[in-house]
C-alpha cells in the first residue's frame, strides 16, 4: 500500500495552529490577563479604526455590485462553456447555510428587538417609528454588506483556482497584484496564516454564540440549567460530531446536511408565519424593505460620530462587531463558495451571492423580528427578562426566540426543540466547512487534505470556542471577531485590486480576440466579395469584347462583299 505523500505547508500550519492552541492554553490559564488585554486592544481598535471598518464595507459592497454589473460579467469561473458543478437549488443551500445560519437563529428574533427597546443613539420616534428604523438596521448588518464581504474574497479565489487553476490558497487571490514569487514565499504565508487565524475565530463567535442558546434553550425546556459547564460539554459534544461529519467529506457529509437543514429552517419559518400575524408579517416585510432602500446609504456611512461614548459602546456591540465578524469569517465562506462556483459567470456568482441571500435573510427576520416586535407592542414586557445583575426588564439574546414561540398559538416547546436541532447543525456545518477550508490552507491549497489534520482543526475550532466563553461570553467572542478582520481586511483591499486587474487584463485580450477575428472575418468577406465582383465584371467584359468581334466581323465581309 502506497503512503499517502504529506502536503502540510510547514510555515503555515505550524505557525498558526501554535499561536491559536497558544491562545487556548492562555485562556483557561491566565483567564483574567486575557480578558484584560482583549478588552484594551478592542477599545483601541474602536476608537481607532471604527471608522475604517465603516468605509471599507462599504466599499467592499460597492465594488461586488459594480462587478456583477460590469463588463467582466460574463467571464466564466473556470473553462469556458463549462457547466456549473451544483444544480442552483444545491448550490444556494451549501452557500447559504454555511454562511450565517447560526447568527440568524441567534440574532433572529433578538436583534430586531433590542434595536426596539434600546435604539440606536440619536434614534427618536414613536413606537412605529422606533420599529421600522429597528427593522432597517437590523437589514444593513445582514444584508448586502455581509455578503459584498463575501463576494470580494470569494470571486478572487473562483477566478484564480478555477480560471487560472491556482490551488485553493487565500495568496492566490492576490498573484495579481504581488506576484508569483512574492505570493509563492514568505508574504504568501502570512496571508493564509492571517486567513487562518480569521476563519478560525470567526468559526468560533459563531459556536459561541450557537452553544449559549442551546444551552438556553435546553435550560427553556428543563432539561438542564444553563450553566457555563453545560456551555462547555455542549461545545465537546457537537464538535465530535462535528469530527464526524468532517471525516465524511464535502459530497456526504456538507451537501445533505445542509440541505437537510434548509428544509428544516424553511417548515420553522413557515411555522412562525401561519401561528403568528401572518398578514402583519408580509406588509412589514415590503415596508422595511423600502425603507431599507430608502435610507441604506445614510446607515451605511453613520458612525454615531456626535454621540459620544454611547455611540462607541453601540457601535462596537452592533455594526463594527458585525462587520469584524464577516470580515473574519470571509476567508472561510469566500474560498468555501469559490469551490462550489465552478462554471459560474462572474454574473452569476455576484449576483446569486448577493441577491438571494438578502431576500432570504430579510424573510427570515420579518418573520422572527417583525413578530416579536408586534407582540411586544400588544402585550408590553412579554419578551423581556430580568437581567440577572439590576433586574431590569431586557432584551435577553440567548432565550428571546423560545419567549416568541411560547406566546404563539400551538407553539412553545416543540418549536424550541426544532431550534435546538437547527444550532446544532448549523454548528456541525460551519465546523465541517471551516476545518474543511483551513486544512485547504494549511495544506498548500490541496482540495484533500488528509483527515487527521482536519480532526485537528475541527477540534481547535472547538477549543477556541470555549476559551472565549470561558474568557467573557459574549463580550469576548465579539471583540474576537473585531480584533481577528483588522489585520485580514488589508488582504481583502488587496484581493479586491487583484481581481479587477486580473478581468480587466482577461476582458482586453477577449476584445483584442474578438476585433481580430471580426477583421479577418471581415478581410475575407470583402476579399471573397471583390473577387466574386471582378470574375463577374470580366466575364461581361470577356462576353461583351466577343460580342464586339463577331460585330466587327460580320461589318467587314459586309463591306468586302
Known amino acids: 500500500m502506497t503512503r499517502r505523500r504529506s502536503t502540510i505547508a510547514p510555515a503555515v500550519f505550524y505557525p498558526a495552529g501554535g499561536l491559536i492552541l497558544l491562545f487556548v492554553l492562555l485562556a483557561f490559564f491566565a483567564t483574567d490577563t486575557v480578558k484584560e488585554v482583549m478588552n484594551t486592544l478592542q477599545a483601541k481598535t474602536i476608537n481607532g479604526f471604527g471608522w475604517y471598518y465603516v468605509v471599507i464595507v462599504a466599499a467592499f459592497m460597492i465594488f461586488a455590485i459594480w462587478m456583477g454589473v460590469s463588463r467582466f460579467g460574463e467571464i466564466t469561473l473556470g473553462p469556458d462553456d463549462e457547466p456549473a458543478d451544483f444544480r442552483l437549488p444545491v448550490w444556494f443551500a451549501m452557500l447559504f447555510a454555511t454562511g450565517m445560519g447560526i447568527g440568524l437563529v441567534y440574532y433572529g428574533v433578538a436583534e430586531p428587538l433590542s434595536h426596539f427597546e434600546s435604539p440606536k443613539p440619536g434614534v427618536t420616534g414613536d413606537a412605529p417609528a422606533l420599529a421600522q428604523a429597528a427593522m432597517g438596521q437590523t437589514y444593513v448588518h445582514w444584508g448586502f454588506h455581509a455578503w459584498g464581504i463575501y463576494v470580494v474574497i470569494g470571486l478572487a479565489l473562483a477566478y484564480a483556482i478555477h480560471r487560472k487553476g491556482r490551488p485553493a490558497s487565500i495568496r492566490w487571490a492576490l498573484e495579481p497584484l504581488l506576484g508569483q514569487e512574492r505570493v509563492k514565499g514568505r508574504l504568501g504565508d502570512v ?74 429552517a424553511a417548515a420553522l419559518v413557515l411555522a412562525v408565519l401561519i401561528m403568528g400575524s401572518t398578514l402583519f408579517v408580509a406588509r412589514e416585510w415590503v415596508q422595511s424593505i423600502g425603507y431599507y432602500l430608502q435610507n441604506v446609504m445614510f446607515m451605511t456611512f453613520d458612525t454615531l460620530a456626535f454621540q459620544g461614548e454611547d455611540g462607541l459602546a453601540w457601535e462596537s ?13 470571509a476567508p472561510f465562506v469566500g474560498l468555501f463558495i469559490a469551490r462550489i462556483s465552478r462554471g459560474r459567470t462572474v454574473r452569476e456568482f455576484v449576483l446569486g451571492t448577493l441577491l438571494v441571500p438578502m431576500l432570504v435573510t430579510t424573510v427570515w427576520f420579518s418573520v422572527f423580528g417583525g413578530s416579536a416586535i408586534h407582540q411586544e407592542r400588544n402585550d408590553p414586557g412579554s419578551m423581556l427578562a430580568p437581567d440577572p445583575e439590576t433586574g431590569e426588564m431586557v432584551v435577553n439574546t440567548d ?163
Do not use: C
Open 317 to 329: 456591540g452592533w455594526t463594527i462587531f458585525y462587520w469584524g465578524w464577516w470580515m473574519s469569517w
Open 191 to 264: 496571508i493564509d496564516v492571517l486567513a487562518i487565524f480569521g476563519t478560525v475565530f470567526g468559526v468560533a463567535t459563531s459556536l459561541g454564540l450557537g452553544v449559549q442558546q442551546v444551552a438556553a434553550g435546553l435550560d427553556y425546556l428543563e432539561v438542564a440549567d444553563a450553566t457555563l459547564a453545560l456551555q462547555m460539554g455542549l461545545i465537546a459534544a457537537i464538535t465530535a460530531v462535528a469530527a464526524v461529519s468532517v471525516a465524511s467529506g464535502l459530497e456526504r457529509g456538507i451537501k445533505w446536511l445542509s440541505n437537510g437543514n434548509m428544509l428544516l
Open 399 to 561: 432565550t428571546a426566540m423560545f419567549q416568541l414561540f411560547e406566546s404563539l398559538p400551538g407553539g412553545g416547546a416543540w418549536m424550541a426543540v426544532v431550534a435546538i436541532v437547527l444550532v446544532v447543525v448549523f454548528f456541525v456545518t460551519s465546523s465541517d466547512s471551516g476545518s474543511f477550508v483551513v486544512d485547504m490552507l494549511a495544506n498548500g491549497g490541496d482540495p484533500n487534505p488528509p483527515l487527521w489534520s482536519r480532526l485537528f482543526w475541527a477540534i481547535l475550532e472547538g477549543g477556541v470556542a470555549a476559551a472565549l466563553l470561558y474568557a467573557g461570553g459574549l463580550s469576548a467572542l465579539q471583540t474576537a471577531a473585531i480584533l481577528t478582520a483588522l489585520p485580514f481586511s488589508v488582504v481583502m483591499i488587496g484581493s479586491a485590486i487583484s481581481v479587477w486587474k486580473a478581468l480587466d487584463a482577461e476582458y482586453r485580450q477577449i476584445t483584442r480576440a474578438e476585433r481580430r477575428l471580426r477583421r479577418r472575418e471581415l478581410t475575407e468577406h470583402v476579399t471573397e466579395h471583390v473577387t466574386d465582383h471582378v470574375t463577374e465584371n470580366f466575364a461581361e467584359i470577356s462576353q461583351q469584347s466577343r460580342t464586339n468581334g463577331t460585330r466587327r466581323s460580320r461589318w467587314r465581309r459586309s463591306t468586302s462583299g
